[in-house]
Structure formats: structure tokens, C-alpha cells
């Protein structure tokens, strides 16, 4: 991390032969529980992640934008007078669109200066941890120092959301950006999608001797197209028949009506969604009862839910959770949006070779390419580095 801070300043000063004004930085995310649930204005329960994006800007005395990134060698270039969402493309849609969004939220777009910025990132792409919402957020934290807009950390999570909803056209909600705001270390977030009220709740897991595996199936998924978005108009048109406002306004002891009145698939779009609301608030206050030890149960059963009601899982992420749970985890579930991505694993430390060790062989075993497997931690979120 270090090394990746100082290449990004040494970069910055290269590509645009001045050094940057400072250095920001936002990390991923991994929801522990609460899946779907976001948009739905319910309840998730994710922590953010020692995987950063790293974001050096310099402001300009002009109108223009300059971003580089290490993702891509070309240098995208705008005036901010020309900054609309239909104006972008590709992965400066993430940094580009943000910066229009904080037009939505207070920025004078017409009065602010330029700026050049470098984005560095070792977050991976793809795998299901908010590598959008990391580059969001710390590019948010920046633009909000450097234009002076005094954003508070939820309404830069607003404008990360409006960004991706608008300039990149995922309907995702408001967690990914939420964890990468507001995460603190050894902690979760504990977070009412409706109200926006946030508890910081600490995970114990080092104490507990546990430590959390990312099962990176390496199957790519994208949320600006099909499933995702097809599960969202299914949930909002369960709500429309039920006639609330939101699933959230559905409790579990609800769900016979719900069964009468919607149809097969409906209903168990329905079901995952308010039993996983369910979970969320059972999983926090089993974590402060009684410790991380006994989570376990409630990750199972969101993944089977996910798996059977919501079928948002793929082989690859199932067999990721059945071999994990066969081989010493407490407890796992895909984790994200779905179609590919990430599983995680709540694992004992001294069963953490043996859990590797299967997953390897098991995803062989299937003709599946191999998964990426490492361990996270609970970690701040998005902060000024220098
Ligand atoms: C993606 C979205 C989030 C949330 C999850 C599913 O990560 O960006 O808003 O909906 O999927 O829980």
C-alpha cells in the first residue's frame, strides 16, 4: 500500500510534469449479510476492506479535466462546462461521473476549477468488491476537499450512487458506497437503507480467531445489464401488488398474504428479500450478543436463499460456499450482486490451509478455472493520505 501511495505521486508528477496537491484514497467493500436488500430500503451489513483505490489530484488554474488511471493507458480529457453523463464512456465514466454528480448535490459545476487526477487501485475488478464504489468514494473525498464543498461522508455516498445510476446505468443502491464512506476498522456497517441511519458495530474477529476468505470465482458479472436489473423490477413490482412502498414496509410474518396474492417467481423474489431483512438483523444482534462465532447459521442460509429464492447464484459461487462449509468454515454465502463475483467464508484460522486447499482441488475437480483466494479485513474508509 505504501509502495502503490508513493508509485501513484511519482506517476501523477510524471504523466502531468507537476506534482499533485494530495493524495486520497477509498477501499472496497464486502457486504457480510444483506443482499438485494439496499434498493429495497432495508438493511445491510457490510464493512469496508484493506483494498484501496488511490486518487492523486492536482487542481488546474482552467476548466479542464485530465484523469489517467492504471487501468487503461489513454489520458480522457474534458471541459467541465461539457460534463454530462451522456458524455462519457468507459472506465472515466466512474470518476468523470462523480464529479457530475456532485453537481447534483451542491457542486457549482459552472464555478469550480480543473483538475488533474491519477487512480490507482488494488481492489480487484470484477470480483464483487465495489472496485466502482472505491474509485467513487475516493474521488468524491477529493473533489469535496479540493472545491471545498463541505459533503458530509453520506451525501458523498449519494452522489457515488447517483454517479453509477446515471452515468454508468447500473440501478444498483446505496451499500457499496455507504461502506466505503463510512467503514472503520474491525467494524461493520450497520446500515437502514430507508433513513440512512448507520451503526458502527465491531466484528471481533481477530479475538474470535476467525478470519474472513474471499472465494474470487473469477466468473465476471455486470450490473448495467440483465439480471440485476431484472430482479430489482421484480421486487418493486411484488411491492406495487402488495401495495407498499417498498419491500421493506413486508415483515416475514407477512409473507402467507404475499403467497396468495403474487405469483411463484415473485413471491420468492419477495421472500429472499424480506427473510434476508430478517437476517440482517438477527446476524447484528447475534454479533453483539453472543460473538462472531454464531453468525455462521444466518450466512448459510442467505446463500440458500439467494440460491433457491432470488437465483442470483451461479455453480462456480456454489460450490465455492458447499466446499468451504464442508471443510471447517463456520459459515459462507456468495456475497454482492450475484451472476459472479465473490464468495465469503468465515473460517477458523487453523482450518484456513484446509479450506484453500479444498477449494483449489474442488473447482479443479469441476473443470472450473482456478479461484482467487486471500483474506480481508475490516478496514477505514475513505480518508486524506497526504
Ligand atoms: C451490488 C449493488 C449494491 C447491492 C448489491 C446487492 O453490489 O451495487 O447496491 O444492491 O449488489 O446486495
New binding site residues.
Given amino acids: 500500500m505504501t509502495d502503490l501511495r508513493q508509485d501513484t505521486l511519482d506517476s501523477f508528477a510524471e504523466i502531468f510534469g507537476r506534482p499533485a496537491d494530495g493524495l486520497w484514497s477509498a477501499p472496497g467493500r464486502v457486504?457480510l449479510i444483506?443482499?438485494?436488500?439496499?434498493?429495497n430500503e432495508g438493511f445491510?451489513f457490510p464493512f469496508a476492506i484493506n483494498r484501496r483505490t488511490i486518487a492523486a489530484l492536482g487542481l488546474r488554474d482552467d476548466r479542464i479535466v485530465r484523469v489517467g488511471s492504471s487501468f487503461a493507458d489513454e489520458l480522457v480529457e474534458i471541459d467541465l462546462s461539457d460534463l454530462r453523463p451522456e458524455a462519457l464512456s468507459g472506465w472515466s465514466s466512474y470518476p468523470l461521473g462523480l464529479a457530475w454528480a456532485l453537481g447534483e448535490f451542491g457542486a457549482d459545476l459552472d464555478a469550480v476549477p480543473g483538475f488533474d487526477l491519477l487512480l490507482d487501485s488494488n481492489v480487484p475488478v470484477g470480483a464483487g468488491l465495489?472496485s466502482s464504489a472505491a474509485i467513487e468514494s475516493a474521488v468524491g473525498f477529493a473533489l469535496n476537499d479540493v472545491w471545498q464543498l463541505g459533503l458530509d461522508r453520506r451525501t458523498l455516498a449519494r452522489a457515488g450512487q447517483r454517479a453509477e445510476n446515471v452515468a454508468i446505468g447500473a440501478p444498483?443502491?446505496?451499500?457499496?458506497q455507504s461502506a466505503s464512506l463510512l467503514g472503520e476498522r474491525d467494524a461493520a456497517v450497520f446500515l437502514d437503507c430507508r433513513s440512512l441511519h448507520a451503526e458502527i458495530v465491531p466484528l471481533g474477529l481477530e479475538a474470535a480467531g476467525l478470519e474472513i476468505v474471499i472465494i474470487d470465482t473469477r466468473v465476471s458479472h455486470a450490473?448495467a445489464t440483465g439480471g440485476?436489473a431484472e430482479r430489482r423490477a421484480s421486487c418493486e413490482a411484488g411491492a406495487r401488488a402488495l401495495g407498499v412502498e417498498s419491500l421493506r414496509d413486508v415483515g416475514v410474518d407477512d409473507l402467507d398474504r404475499a403467497r396468495e396474492i403474487l405469483d411463484e417467481v415473485t413471491f420468492r423474489r419477495v421472500r429472499h428479500v424480506v427473510t434476508e431483512n430478517q437476517r440482517v438483523l438477527d446476524t447484528v444482534r447475534t454479533l453483539r450478543e453472543q460473538g462472531p462465532t454464531a453468525i455462521g447459521d444466518l450466512l448459510d442460509a442467505s446463500h440458500r436463499s439467494m440460491r433457491d429464492d432470488f437465483e442470483i447464484s451461479v455453480p462456480e459461487l456454489d460450490l465455492a460456499v458447499e466446499t468451504a462449509q464442508a471443510n471447517g468454515a463456520i459459515g459462507a454465502r456468495m456475497t454482492?450482486?450475484g451472476f459472479g463475483g465473490s464468495a465469503i467464508a468465515l473460517v477458523p484460522t487453523d482450518a484456513l490451509s484446509r479450506v484453500y486447499v479444498a477449494l483449489d482441488g474442488a473447482f479443479a475437480e469441476h473443470g472450473f478455472g482456478q479461484p482467487d483466494l486471500f483474506t480481508v479485513t475490516a478496514s477505514e474508509g475513505a480518508k486524506r493520505e497526504n
Fill in positions: 457486504n444483506g443482499e438485494h436488500t439496499d434498493y445491510v465495489s444498483t443502491g446505496i451499500m457499496d450490473h440485476y454482492g450482486g
